[in-house]
Structure formats: structure tokens, C-alpha cells
């Protein structure tokens, strides 16, 4: 006991030193770590507004509008985009929002794509934010001496430096006219090099305008990935309208793109130290009357069409529309027989093949016994040496092995395709899973494991053992080699000295003639 009480004022000066120090680094860890946690929360709520935005499938209405919008020049609003110019040469088109935007702070994402046959396309793409709506004019299709700020999406190189495509920032209070010769670099707030025409897929631009600071963020189209956007530019100390239009505009010159928007989605961003407000309070009173009362004739029309039609159909009544669609527990029951219908399909597949093997096996194997038949003739004659006769037995002993094995894996598939027929037919017969169904799965899933195993054994085996292959056919008797190129010319001069010494033989022979004569 002497020794626990010597010790306890030891221990509990340790506890104190160890509470002292983590005292200590929890403060300081807070103090570090409480200032990040209010910059982490500094992000603003974001608020989908839909009648600032537009989107596929179902984009523009049958006679040919945008919900919200309004298109001007030759662009042509279909089901899932809207084409702000086709590619044609001198085309400018535009779409714009009916009713101004009443929020200071937003962001857009903007989804299109610059597509066109040439190196070079012409003219750009234009994104706005205006008090006026600039339905037509010489910047992209759109006004000149703009009153807020443009993001232009410039695919020509109109001054020479060789700078295009590119994506520019310029802001306007009414009075700048745009610089076209420049492609407006003398007036950019801000600027990027970017690559936007014929992209595989679709560039994304997220223009966002928080706190008086304008930033641009680009997806280059290269893969996919929605979420997957860059840097592009940022202007700080922008003061934009409170009140504005949003709007897309394109154009043409001498080189023609197609100009295609896919989506343009605004959000409302908040502060979040200020609650977004609802939805209610932006609607005035009156324009919310108009449209209770709307609901409320759409409502009682609907109810004398029901009247009627339950007077005219009285069979169809007491009728659940809900017995007329899919519920969970059929769906999910749907799916699993499905799953095992294509089990079923893949092992009936499985069994083919390897009854095609099995044939094939045999067919080797009474080959093989027909030659070894063969060689024991000979080899009673004293024409076969030892070795052969051994390395022949092996080759048969394992074609014997393997005739086994496969036997065997197309019994495992027979008793599978069995389970599997016997497992749909009480899950038809009962409608639900059960236990058993379960298992039968778990059993098909052993089988499958052990027929893997067994082949993956033979083809080990096979290629451990290349010497127990079948006996290979003779090799043909080589063929004659043909007259090398050295021996042809070799003849052909020898030829020739023989002809010349001829003829020179023969010309003495006449010459002597004439003497003699």
C-alpha cells in the first residue's frame, strides 16, 4: 500500500499536466480553426429562378415560343435547344427575357455548342446582362452602346494576332461603342484563350455575379463531367443595373458557324446572413389573384369532365389509378427475375459451348487411340523406341482426365439450368421472393465458382505440361531452293564470252577462206 500512495501524486500530476496541454491546443485550435469555418460558410444560397431559364426536352411550345422568352432575327427555338444562327454566311439572331430581373446578385450557366466544317468560324456567341433588351444590332446580333455587361464568345480573328477563339469581358454604361477591329481587347475587363468550336462535347460557361465581383468559368467540353469548369477571368469592382434582361445572341459573317444553346438555368444568390424570400413575396397581389382564379375554373371544368365521363364510361368507375401503374415491390420483383433470366440465358450459352468442347474431345481422343493403335502394331514389330511408348500413354491418360473433368463441369451446368428453371417457376407461380430463391441463387453462384476453378486447373495443367501435347504431323520434306540471283548473272557472262569467242572464230575462218581463194 505504501507504494500506491507514493505513486498517486505522481499520477495526478500527470493528469494535470495532460489536462493543462490540451487546454492549451484546443484554444489554439479554435482560434485557427473557428475563422476558416466562417470563410467555409461564406457561400451563397442559390435559388433556381424558372422563368429566367429554359432547357430540354420539352423547350419551346407548339406555335414555336419560349416560355418566358423571346426570340428575335434567325434563331429557331426546337424541342432541346434553341439554334441562334444556323451556318449560314451574314445570319444574327437573339433571345431574351420577357420580364426584367429583380435580384442583385445571380448566377447563369450557360450550355452550348459552336459546331461548323471550316479551320476558322465567324462571327462568336454573345451572353448579356442589359437594362434594354437588345434585339438587334452590330455586336453579335445584338445592340450596340449596351447599358450593363457582355461575355463574348469571339471565334474570329479580326485584328490579326492571332488570339481567337477567345472569351471577353466587356462592360458598358450606355455610351461605349464597341470595338470591332480590336475584337473589343482595348475595352476588355477581362479576358481568356479558350478553344470553344467543335468540341465532343457540349461548353459549359458559368458566369456568376456576387458582391460587385464578376467571375467566368469555362467547361471545355472534353469530357462529360458536368461539374468539371475552369477558371477563365474575374473582374472585381463591377457595378451592374439592380434591373436587367438576360440574353443570348450570335452571329455571322464571310465564315459560318452553327450557334446551338442548350440550356440557359439562372439561380438567385443570397448572402447567408439574409434569408432568401419566398417565392409568394415576389408576386404581386393582383397577378396572384389572376392566377387563384385561373386554378379555380381549371379546377371545376376538370370536375364536370370527370362528371361526364364517369355518366358515359359507368363500368370505369371505382376503378384505382394506382392498380394502373408499377409499385415498388412488383418493380423490385421485375428486376430480380429479369437478373435471372439473363443467369439463365448466360449458362444455357455456357453449356453449348462446352458441349461443343466436350465433342471436340472426344473426337481428339479416338484420333489419338487410332494412332496409338497404330504405333502398338509397330511397336510389337520392334519399330517404336521406349520413350515414345511412355510419352503416348501420358497423352492418353491426360485426354482421359480432361474427357472426365468436362464430363463432370456439363453435369455441374445440367444441374444448374435445372435450379434455375425450378427457381422461376415458383417465383411465377408465387409472385414474391423467398428464401429458397435465394438459396437457389447461392447455389448456381457455388457451381459457377467450382466450373471456373476446374477450367482455370486444365489450362494451367495443359500449360504446364507441353511435352503430354498430341504427337505433331512430320514436317514436309523441304522444297528445292530455287537459282540464286549470283549463279543467273554468273551464267549469263559466261554465255556471253563463249558467243563473242564464237564469233570471233568464225569471222577468222571466212577471213582465211578469202585468202586462200
Given at each position: ?67 418566358f422568352w423571346i426570340h428575335t432575327g434567325n434563331a429557331i427555338p426546337s424541342a432541346d435547344q434553341v439554334r441562334i444562327t444556323p451556318s449560314l454566311r451574314s445570319q444574327k439572331g437573339s433571345v431574351w427575357t420577357k420580364n426584367k430581373v429583380t435580384f ?304 463432370e463441369l456439363r453435369t455441374v451446368f445440367h444441374e444448374s439450368l435445372k435450379q434455375i428453371g425450378s427457381t422461376q417457376h415458383q417465383g411465377n407461380a408465387a409472385g414474391i421472393g423467398t428464401y429458397e430463391t435465394m438459396q437457389h441463387f447461392n447455389d ?74
Amino acid at each position: 500500500m505504501a507504494v500506491s500512495t507514493a505513486l498517486r501524486p505522481i499520477a495526478s500530476a500527470r493528469v494535470l499536466i495532460l489536462t493543462f496541454l490540451t487546454a492549451i491546443i484546443f484554444r489554439s485550435g479554435v482560434a485557427d480553426v473557428v475563422p476558416g469555418a466562417s470563410t467555409s460558410e461564406e457561400l451563397p444560397h442559390r435559388r433556381f429562378e424558372y422563368k429566367y431559364s429554359f432547357k430540354g426536352p420539352h423547350l419551346s411550345q407548339p406555335d414555336g415560343g419560349i416560355p418566358f422568352w423571346i426570340h428575335t432575327g434567325n434563331a429557331i427555338p426546337s424541342a432541346d435547344q434553341v439554334r441562334i444562327t444556323p451556318s449560314l454566311r451574314s445570319q444574327k439572331g437573339s433571345v431574351w427575357t420577357k420580364n426584367k430581373v429583380t435580384f442583385a446578385n445571380w448566377e447563369t450557366e450557360v450550355t452550348f455548342r459552336v459546331s461548323g466544317r471550316g479551320r476558322m468560324g465567324a462571327d462568336g456567341l454573345a451572353v448579356w446582362f442589359t437594362t434594354d433588351q437588345g434585339l438587334d444590332g452590330p455586336v453579335y446580333g445584338a445592340a450596340d452602346q449596351w447599358n450593363g455587361v457582355g461575355i463574348f464568345f469571339d471565334s474570329f480573328d479580326n485584328d490579326g494576332k492571332k488570339n481567337n477563339p477567345s472569351i471577353v469581358v466587356v462592360g458598358n454604361n450606355g455610351k461605349l461603342v464597341y470595338d470591332h477591329q480590336n475584337d473589343g481587347t482595348t475595352q476588355a475587363l477581362g479576358t481568356c484563350l479558350r478553344d470553344f468550336r467543335n468540341k465532343p462535347y457540349p461548353i459549359r460557361a458559368k458566369i456568376t455575379y456576387y458582391k460587385k465581383t464578376l467571375t467566368v468559368m469555362i467547361n471545355n467540353g472534353f469530357t462529360p463531367d458536368k461539374d468539371d469548369y475552369e477558371f477563365c477571368t474575374k473582374v472585381d469592382n463591377m457595378v451592374l443595373p439592380n434591373n436587367g434582361f438576360f440574353g443570348i445572341s450570335a452571329a455571322t459573317g464571310g465564315l459560318a458557324d452553327d450557334h446551338d444553346v442548350l440550356s440557359f438555368l439562372t439561380f438567385t444568390l443570397t448572402e447567408p446572413g439574409q434569408e432568401p424570400p419566398p417565392p409568394e413575396s415576389e408576386m404581386p397581389k393582383e397577378e396572384k389573384d389572376k392566377y387563384q382564379e385561373e386554378f379555380q375554373n381549371f379546377q371545376q371544368e376538370l370536375d364536370k369532365k370527370k362528371e361526364e365521363f364517369q355518366k358515359e364510361h359507368p363500368s370505369v368507375q371505382g376503378e384505382q389509378i394506382e392498380d394502373m401503374y408499377e409499385s415498388v415491390n412488383d418493380r423490385e420483383i421485375r428486376q430480380v427475375f429479369e437478373g435471372q433470366n439473363q443467369i439463365h440465358l448466360e449458362i444455357k450459352q455456357l453449356h453449348r459451348q462446352l458441349a461443343m468442347i466436350l465433342d471436340e474431345q472426344r473426337r481428339y481422343v479416338s484420333v489419338i487411340t487410332t494412332e496409338v493403335t497404330k504405333k502398338g502394331t509397330n511397336a510389337e514389330s520392334g519399330q517404336l523406341d521406349p520413350a515414345s511408348q511412355q510419352q503416348l500413354g501420358t497423352v492418353i491418360i491426360t485426354q482421359q482426365e480432361v474427357l472426365k473433368n468436362l464430363n463432370e463441369l456439363r453435369t455441374v451446368f445440367h444441374e444448374s439450368l435445372k435450379q434455375i428453371g425450378s427457381t422461376q417457376h415458383q417465383g411465377n407461380a408465387a409472385g414474391i421472393g423467398t428464401y429458397e430463391t435465394m438459396q437457389h441463387f447461392n447455389d448456381i453462384k457455388e457451381h459457377l465458382h467450382t466450373v471456373k476453378r476446374d477450367v482455370e486447373h486444365l489450362v494451367q495443367k495443359n500449360s504446364q505440361n507441353p511435352a503430354e501435347k498430341a504427337v505433331k504431323c512430320p514436317d514436309p520434306p523441304p522444297m528445292p531452293a530455287c537459282l540464286s540471283t549470283i549463279h543467273f548473272v554468273i551464267f549469263i557472262i559466261v554465255q556471253s564470252v563463249l558467243f563473242f569467242c564464237y564469233i570471233m572464230y568464225k569471222s577468222q575462218q571466212e577471213a582465211a577462206a578469202k585468202k586462200f581463194f
